[in-house]
């Protein structure tokens, strides 16, 4: 039997949980009656349409004195404040979506002396915060740590703390904890030889700088997969972006399990990820030191204003475009850990049966449901196939509608995350 659906009232009850549990300022969440009223308007608002779009905004629950006007994005908050609250319901979100764009602005609520809630104004933040998801040099300034509700769909509402991920309502089901594998330690560790490379080829080029942190490079990394996952979801035709071990290439083994129909030649095109990265060290470190820096890290490429970063920051958003563009073709785009790309339109095979694969419940695989198999679309199967019988390889599978899972074999296992940011 299926469960049963959940509506607005049960939301509130758990979102209450999730609050309590993140240990969040609970005098930041409103008393139930006024939370499932907020929940009941954007669940309803979510099934609307404005001149034949669906409605897809963001609402913070938040007192306007709450907000400085500061400078305006990109560094800052652009408030705009309503000369006359306008009433806060499913009809009036519906006609205020266009001018309060998902991507670029909030629309502000707050409760009326009469108990009621009111729209009081629209919060331009810039479009910097989507990079949190989709990959990017900077993240935008933080949200104050107060309820935000997100419509993405009819029925699938998002609810946050500021910009942290409380809880998600979808096809009537709830997912109480986000799961975004690079937060994980073993997704990480899987590129661990990939950066100890690049430190130690930096190290031994002799460059007078900062030293470069690890976690710089690891980041920079995720965000090429962050940019060219964004992409293929926005573009709704889905694919597959398989990690193979360096030791496959040119082995017997490679072609028992992958057949790539337009594989790429060696080549410094191969490497360009590398190139990159190394251009990126380089500068950063010569960068921090003119800054006074011992140390360079993520925050420091986010912050250092350097037209030689923005530049290098360009160029990997370009490779993530590529590598999009090379999963629009049927089969998979295929890769090693050090993102060398081997070729596009791969098939897998190999005829390992898998007839039972494992949902992590959390980050690390440590806790994990039992699933069948063939419950899932070819391309997971496939998926499912290649990390049973390649037990070091790891493959990203994203389907048309929008969902993406992580895949990798754990402990003997294989284990899929889903990616849910």
Not at 138 to 167: D, K
Not at 179 to 200: A, C, G, H, N, Y
Not at 203 to 223: C, H, P, R, T, W
């Amino acid at each position: 039997m299926s469960s049963p659906s959940i509506y607005p009232p049960q939301l509130a009850d758990s979102l209450a949980l999730s609050w309590q549990a993140l240990k969040a300022n609970t005098a930041c969440l409103p008393d139930r009656p006024c939370l499932v009223e907020f929940l009941e308007i954007l669940f309803q608002a979510s099934f609307l349409q404005e001149e034949g779009d669906p409605v897809r905004c963001r609402a913070i629950l938040a007192d306007p004195q709450d907000w400085p006007q500061g400078m305006g994005p990109p560094a800052g908050f652009h408030v705009l404040l309503f000369d006359e609250a306008r009433p806060f319901t499913p009809q009036e979100v519906r006609k205020l979506d266009p001018a309060a764009s998902y991507d670029r602005a909030l629309l502000g609520i707050h409760h009326s002396q009469d108990g009621s809630l009111h729209i009081w104004g629209i919060i331009d933040t810039g479009t910097r915060w989507v990079n949190r998801i989709d990959g990017g040099r900077f993240h935008g300034t933080p949200l104050p740590s107060q309820l935000v509700g997100h419509i993405l769909g009819p029925g699938h509402l998002l609810m946050a703390c500021g910009y942290q991920r409380m809880i998600e309502l979808a096809g009537g089901q709830i997912t109480e904890s986000g799961f975004d594998p690079f937060r994980s330690q073993w997704l990480p560790d899987l590129f661990k030889p990939v950066r100890t490379k690049l430190l130690e080829k930096l190290a031994a080029s002799d460059l007078q700088g900062a030293e470069v942190d690890d976690i710089f490079v690891k980041m920079l990394g995720q965000n090429v997969l962050r940019r060219t996952m964004s992409l293929v979801r926005g573009r709704g035709h889905g694919g597959m972006l398989i990690y193979l071990p360096a030791r496959m290439i040119g082995s017997e083994e490679l072609p028992r399990w992958v057949r790539i129909r337009c594989p790429f030649r060696t080549s410094a095109a191969t490497g360009h990820f590398t190139e990159l990265m190394m251009r990126a060290m380089r500068r950063l470190a010569k960068a921090g030191q003119r800054r006074g820096l011992e140390k360079v890290t993520w925050t420091s490429y986010q912050e250092l204003d350097d037209p030689t970063l923005a530049e290098v920051d360009e160029s990997f958003f370009e490779l993530g475009h590529l590598f999009a563009d090379l999963m629009g073709a049927d089969g998979a785009l295929t890769l090693t850990f050090r993102f060398e790309m081997l070729g596009f339109g791969a098939e897998v095979l190999g005829e390992k049966a898998v007839h039972e694969v494992y949902r992590a419940l959390d980050l690390e695989g440590l806790k994990t449901q039992p699933e069948r198999a063939d419950s899932a679309g070819t391309r997971h199967r496939a998926a499912y196939r290649l990390v049973a019988g390649v037990p070091d390889a790891l493959v990203v599978v994203m389907s048309q509608d929008g969902s993406i899972r992580f895949v990798a074999n754990r402990e003997g296992r294989v284990t899929y995350w889903p990616y849910l940011p």
